[in-house]
T-cell receptor, first 115, second 115 residues
Framework: GESVGLHLPTLSVQEGDNSIINCAYS??????FIWYKQESGKGPQFIID???NMDKRQGQRVTVLLNKTVKHLSLQIAATQPGDSAVYFC??????????????WGLGTSLAVNP | DVKVTQSSRYLVKRTGEKVFLECVQD?????MFWYRQDPGLGLRLIYF???????EKGDIPEGYSVSREKKERFSLILESASTNQTSMYLC??????????????FGSGTQLSVL
């Protein structure tokens, strides 16, 4: 079946460097994508989202890029800080008549920030 | 500050017991969700509800039921707990009408161990 997947299960970066977390999706009908951050012992927390009519969206220190041609999504974190250490999930909205409230989740990428 | 509260952080139950996991949100959200999270499998949707007394099956509803008697409360019920239901359970809520913007607010999770 169609699914959202991740290129790298773990990512280790130096504090102050930029981080890039990648996500591949296979459902060309999806038109909404969202990134969540999950810190240890907590539930996932919304970071940023993007609709398919956009290629790029920026937030505070984060940027999401969407390449619909190759079905690829990425989350860029500028000047990575120790507090950014977490598992990052991408998810897509599958517009299906029967379940338009369901997200399809990726498996997550663990980001470790080295001091 | 918006809040989704899950009644227990850790829970240990025996096989065959009936288990209730409670979730309360204070944001007046119409949609509520129950997920389970397992290493390597990501987040999987068990059930969701978009209104009081309404419920819909997610991807893995077998062995579970839910109850939504009040807007702010969504309960997950394991009728007869089994060891394969040992998992982290996450409750989430979102605004109704968010067909595109599926910004979920999560609780901190309940780690259930079934012995």
């Amino acid at each position: 079946g169609e699914s959202v997947g991740l290129h790298l299960p773990t990512l280790s970066v130096q504090e102050g460097d930029n981080s890039i977390i990648n996500c591949a999706y296979s459902n060309s009908a999806s038109d909404y994508f969202i990134w969540y951050k999950q810190e240890s012992g907590k539930g996932p927390q919304f970071i940023i989202d993007i609709r398919s009519n956009m290629d790029k969206r920026q937030g505070q220190r984060v940027t999401v890029l969407l390449n619909k041609t190759v079905k690829h999504l990425s989350l860029q974190i500028a000047a990575t800080q120790p507090g950014d250490s977490a598992v990052y999930f991408c998810a897509e909205k599958e517009f299906n008549a029967g379940n338009n409230r369901k997200l399809i989740w990726g498996l997550g990428t663990s980001l470790a920030v080295n001091p | 500050d918006v809040k989704v509260t899950q009644s227990s952080r850790y829970l240990v139950k025996r096989t065959g017991e009936k288990v209730f996991l409670e979730c309360v949100q204070d944001m007046d959200h119409e949609n509520m969700f129950w997920y389970r999270q397992d290493p390597g499998l990501g987040l999987r949707l068990i059930y969701f509800s978009y209104d009081v007394k309404m419920k819909e099956k997610g991807d893995i509803p077998e062995g579970y039921s839910v109850s939504r008697e009040k807007k702010e409360r969504f309960s997950l019920i394991l009728e007869s707990a089994s060891t394969n239901q040992t998992s982290m359970y996450l409750c989430a809520s979102s605004l109704f009408g968010s067909r595109v913007n599926e910004k979920l607010f999560f609780g901190s999770g309940t780690q259930l161990s079934v012995l």
